[in-house]
């Protein structure tokens, strides 16, 4: 992982306030030799020490722990993992010295890369679609059948020189029928064409999206605030939640909700089982949804009706297509939900009774395990913070389908993630709980905590459908959690040793790994090997 600048910010400061490295480090409980390693940075530095620097320096830990500077930092190390550029690629570890110093040239070469990677993929989906698609070839079959049909009847007419009326007309017919239907051939592949067919789905709208949240420190006061006044509406107990929620769309907004053993009639194809017919207010659920999904979906169309206009006004000049601002308003209504149905205060609370038990959390607030460890992520209200959580859901594919990176840890925005991540590694065991901690190049150690969840089938045809949800935390907030008893947390204990992605790890004779690293320089000061994992 690239490093950040957060060394040389300390090291600036303390001169500014006159201190010395021996002053500084006595008053943080360091030796004046780790302090020294820091500000030049050859060690890492995050949690509770950032934090005790901080206090001595006077300042906010934001200010050397900039999240929107390390997101710029990933970016940059990811466009120089592209292959495109894998003979010339740069030091991934220049990439922060470029952040910090021409922060606009490396914004714009991180949007260029998205760019290329959309044209990519556009130009992938239509090579796929020239090479793959059976009507394709069953049409150019066909015209080329019909062109044969139409020369070789105008042949005969040439060869045979004067012919009779009958076999002339006959001949004709011959043509203008084969005309016709190269005709209606050369329509449709016309059609086929089409860019609205062939276009593929842009990548960067919903980059756009997740920097906004990050932006935010994927927390929404304004939100919190909603969701309380829209809890206080709906009225009643948690246990009662579900069905006050369907009194409340009925009696505010005059919606009716049903709840039906299929789709309504001609109604797009929805993941959820839920479908919302906004002209005739009418709120459709599949019966077999189990009641997280349903309570869920309630309070997000309730969050949007009735916080729609919050949710508006914090979308700002960012998210810049109106694609993006869709999966904002998406994301934004999801959020709202969450807090509907897992209160901030309560949820804080009992988080913290219970030293993070999912579980427990998940019987508590009658949630789903994707809800709890998602809404553990929101956890970032100033004075009230819970633990910092990563978040990462990932697919049997190895496809990374939400994420919301850790400083420190940062998540890859295009392709898998290291395969040893214990995010892959439950799938082996769904429903089982694994918890792994890791240790990365830098010496930055993690506790992640995945299970591989089954969501709800719609109906017996359609195949089961597992993810894979993944919480991470700094290994010295570790301790907090329930997951970390009889874990050996200190810096000596056995990790398993990982890396970000292939392309950016420099651990060497790794049996895992599937690209090679590119940037070779180091590699070999780094001993541990993953293989023997």
Not at 156 to 161: F, L, N, V
Not at 467 to 478: E, G, I, R, T
Request: net charge neutral.
């Amino acid at each position: 992982m690239p490093r950040t600048l957060v060394g040389p910010k300390i090291r600036d400061r303390r001169k500014a306030l006159g201190l010395t490295q021996a002053g500084l480090a006595h008053s943080i409980g360091i030796s004046a030799s780790y302090l020294n390693l820091i500000e030049s940075s050859r060690r890492p530095i995050a949690g509770a020490l950032l934090k005790r620097v901080a206090d001595a320096l006077s300042v906010p830990v934001d200010d050397f722990d900039r999240a929107a500077e390390r997101r710029l930092i990933d970016d940059l190390g990811e466009a120089a993992a592209d292959p495109a550029i894998a003979s010339r690629a740069p030091d991934p570890a220049s990439a922060a010295d470029l952040a910090a110093g021409h922060p606009e040239w490396a914004q714009a070469l991180v949007s260029l890369h998205r760019s290329l990677r959309d044209s990519r993929q556009a130009a992938a989906a239509l090579s796929d679609r020239l090479n793959q698609d059976p009507f394709l070839g069953d049409a150019v079959h066909r015209l080329l059948t019909r062109v044969t049909a139409i020369r070789s009847a105008c042949e005969i007419m040439a060869d045979q020189g004067e012919l009779d009326a009958a076999q002339r007309s006959r001949f004709l017919a011959i043509i203008g029928d084969d005309s016709r239907r190269l005709a209606e051939v050369a329509s449709a592949l016309a059609d086929f064409f089409e860019p609205s067919r062939v276009s593929a789905r842009s990548l960067t709208p919903m980059d756009d999206v997740d920097d906004f949240i990050a932006e935010h420190d994927s927390h929404f006061p304004a939100l919190e605030d909603a969701a309380l006044a829209l809890r206080a509406a709906v009225g009643g107990p948690d246990s009662d939640i579900e069905r006050r929620l369907v009194r409340y769309l009925q009696r505010m907004h005059g919606v009716q909700v049903v709840f039906a053993a299929e789709p309504p009639a001609n109604a797009a194809h929805a993941r959820h089982g839920t479908w919302f017919d906004a002209h005739a207010r009418r709120c459709t659920l599949l019966e077999v949804l189990p009641g997280t999904t349903r309570r869920f979906e309630l309070a997000r169309l309730a969050a949007q009706l009735a916080s729609g206009e919050a949710i508006d006004a914090l979308l700002d000049a960012s998210l810049q297509t109106d694609a993006a601002r869709r999966g904002a308003r998406r994301a934004l209504g999801a959020y709202t939900a969450a807090a509907v149905l897992m209160p901030y205060d309560a949820f804080l609370a009992a988080a913290r009774r219970t030293r993070y038990d999912i579980d427990h959390l998940c019987r508590r607030f009658d949630a789903s395990f994707e809800q709890v460890c998602h809404r553990l992520v929101t956890l970032r209200r100033p004075g009230a913070q819970g633990v910092r959580f990563g978040f990462m859901r990932a697919d049997p594919a190895g496809h990374m389908t939400k994420r919301f990176p850790l400083p420190g840890m940062p998540l890859p925005r295009y392709g898998n993630a290291c395969p040893l991540w214990a995010v892959y590694k439950a799938f082996q065991t769904p429903g089982v709980l694994e918890r792994q901690l890791v240790e990365f190049p830098n010496a930055q150690r993690f506790l992640l905590l995945a299970r591989a969840v089954e969501k709800p089938r719609l109906t017996w045809q359609v195949p089961r459908r597992f993810v894979s949800v993944m919480l991470s935390c700094d290994a010295l907030q570790a301790d907090q959690m329930v997951y970390a008893d009889g874990l050996n947390l200190s810096s000596a204990a056995p990790a398993v040793p990982v890396g970000q992605t292939c392309r950016l790890c420099l651990r060497p004779g790794c049996d895992w790994r599937e690209e090679e690293p590119i940037i070779h320089a180091g590699i070999d000061s780094i001993s541990t090997d993953a293989g023997s994992a």
